[in-house]
């Protein structure tokens, strides 16, 4: 069974980008463009990798790492965003202080191989069972 990878970023050539080598991964990948397709999307999933950006139309990224905190998801969280390092630094430790599972943070323009290389690392931990 291929692991599950939930994205979310308001930009859908980005999303297109995301989803398209998310698939070429060997993910079963669901992208949205907004928020609340994204809460929808992940009430009917049992993702195991997150990939979020922080700049949303009508909230961010950071309270959408909230809600993941409040709804206890175990699912990987990796953030991808245009923001400057400090920011994208913020937000991997404010979701690291809630208790979600950080594993990365990647600049926009995301570097294809970078992204590439790590999705194929998270899908052979969630094979192990990390």
Do not use: W
Not at 9 to 16: K, L, R, T
Not at 39 to 54: E, N, T, Y
């Amino acid at each position: 069974m291929a692991p599950r990878l939930l994205i979310v970023d308001d930009e859908p050539e980005a999303c297109d980008l995301l989803r398209n080598v998310a698939l070429d991964a060997g993910y079963d990948v669901v992208a949205t463009l907004r928020a609340e397709e994204f809460k929808v999307a992940f009430a009917g999933s049992d993702a195991d990798v997150i990939v979020l950006d922080l700049t949303l139309p009508g909230t961010d990224g950071i309270e959408l790492l909230n809600y993941l905190a409040e709804m206890g998801t175990r699912a990987r969280i990796l953030i991808v965003s245009g923001y400057d390092e400090g920011i994208r630094r913020m937000a991997y430790a404010i979701g690291a202080a809630r208790g979600l599972d950080m594993v990365g943070v990647l600049p926009k323009p995301v570097r294809i191989a970078e992204l590439r290389g790590l999705l194929v690392q998270f899908k052979a931990d969630v094979r192990e069972g990390r």
